[in-house]
Every structure is written in structure tokens, then in C-alpha cells.
Antibody, heavy 120, light 112 residues
Framework: EVQLVQSGAEVKKPGESLKISCKGS????????IGWVRQMPGKGLEWMGI????????RYSPSFQGQVTISADKSISTAYLQWSSLKASDTAMYYC?????????????WGQGTLVTVSS | QSALTQPRSVSGSPGQSVTISCTGTSSDVGGYNYVSWYQQHPGKAPKLMIYDVSKRPSGVPDRFSGSKSGNTASLTISGLQAEDEADYYC????????????FGGGTKLTVL
């Protein structure tokens, strides 16, 4: 069974750094793209970017390029979403997602979400 | 790439049918048969309900159906049930340049 398990909720102050994680299991982690989706409070879903853990090929939405860093450690089947300097506007729920295969463009697999709260 | 356009809210009584529209452009919805729909209950992760415009994953009731005409996709829920009350998001592939995927703004379905 494919599972994506994310790290727990975080409360941070503006300017702090943060790295949240998404651990994949039940499949070959290096063979499938992992993506990240943001959901700000009371708002819709936004596609942030994806990474292919096999070779760390990473693609970002222009809206998020330079704002976050997506990475992966294939030795522990874990993808990451990282901020170097958080802003209050980064407060949101973040989901990791996976497509069933590389040529498909839908997401049957979602992590449970990681709530990030940035407040002074 | 702008978000796809969905109505903010729709409503229907139990047993009725409702349709949620999702309007994009020829660069996303109209250009590919890769529209998907997600149901999200409060405090839960989204759940895939329809993929590739009209296909249903295993376990999704056949009351849920999808279609597309031009740049507009639609999700129809027939025989409304109380548990269908949720937010619904459409999603479309948007080409080989990022963002590869765009979502709609979401529609709140209220079962009266």
C-alpha cells in the first residue's frame, strides 16, 4: 500500500528556518515524482513543485521559485520542503502528493498534511 | 498560470443532482484530457474523485461523474447524500512548463 506520512505541525516565528518532511512507503521511492501542495487558511489548493528522488530533478511553480526549496533523501525515502526565512504569509497546510505513474496527471496519494503556523 | 474558475458555492437537497463547473483555457482544461476532481472534508486531506476527465477510482460511488466541453470541465453528483457536503476542487494538467498543474479555487457544496 502506498503511504505518504508527513512530519508534525510546526509553530515558528517570522525569519526562522524550517524543513518539513514526507516519508514514502509501499513503493519504489526513487521511481515516482513527489509534489507539494499548499493550502492557506480557508483557501484553495496551490501546486508548488515536484521532485524526482531518483536523480533529484526538481521543478518549481513560478509562484514558489526562490521562496522554498524541495529536496529528497532517497536513502530514507523522504522528501522535504524547506524555508530559509519564514514569513507570516507562509502560514498554511502543506500536503505532499504522488501521481500513480509518471505519465499521469492526477493525485490519488496524499500525505495527511503538515500545518505550518508562522506568528510573532 | 491562473487558477481555474469554479463557482464559490452550490447547493442541493438530498436525492437531487448538482453540477460544479471548472473553466480554464486552451492551455489547460481545453488542451488536455487530464482533468481531475478532489473532495475535501473539513480538516481532511483532499480525496481523488475523478481523473482523466471522467474516470472514477475504485471505491468512488458512480453517483459522481465528470465531463468536459471545450475549456470547461464539470463534476456532476447525482442522488445527493449528506456526506457529499464538502469542498470540491478541479485540477488540470497545464503543459510541460511549470506549473505543470493548476487547481480551481474550490466550490463549497451544501446539502440542504
Amino acid at each position: 500500500e502506498v503511504q505518504l506520512v508527513q512530519s508534525g505541525a510546526e509553530v515558528k516565528k517570522p525569519g526562522e528556518s524550517l524543513k518539513i518532511s514526507c516519508k514514502g512507503s509501499g513503493y519504489s521511492f526513487t521511481s515516482y515524482w513527489i509534489g507539494w501542495v499548499r493550502q492557506m487558511p480557508g483557501k484553495g489548493l496551490e501546486w508548488m513543485g515536484i521532485i524526482y528522488p531518483g536523480d533529484s530533478d526538481t521543478r518549481y511553480s513560478p509562484s514558489f521559485q526562490g521562496q522554498v526549496t524541495i529536496s529528497a533523501d532517497k536513502s530514507i525515502s523522504t522528501a522535504y520542503l524547506q524555508w530559509s526565512s519564514l514569513k507570516a504569509s507562509d502560514t498554511a497546510m502543506y500536503y505532499c502528493v504522488r501521481r500513480p505513474y509518471s505519465s499521469s496527471w492526477y493525485y490519488p496519494y496524499w500525505g495527511q498534511g503538515t500545518l505550518v503556523t508562522v506568528s510573532s | 498560470q491562473s487558477a481555474l474558475t469554479q463557482p464559490r458555492s452550490v447547493s442541493g437537497s438530498p436525492g437531487q443532482s448538482v453540477t460544479i463547473s471548472c473553466t480554464g483555457t486552451s492551455s489547460d482544461v481545453g488542451g488536455y484530457n487530464y482533468v481531475s476532481w478532489y473532495q475535501q472534508h473539513p480538516g481532511k486531506a483532499p480525496k481523488l474523485m475523478i481523473y482523466d476527465v471522467s474516470k472514477r477510482p475504485s471505491g468512488v460511488p458512480d453517483r459522481f461523474s465528470g465531463s468536459k466541453s471545450g475549456n470547461t470541465a464539470s463534476l456532476t453528483i447525482s442522488g445527493l447524500q449528506a456526506e457529499d457536503e464538502a469542498d470540491y476542487y478541479c485540477c488540470s494538467y497545464a503543459g510541460s512548463y511549470t506549473p505543470h498543474v493548476v487547481f480551481g479555487g474550490g466550490t463549497k457544496l451544501t446539502v440542504l
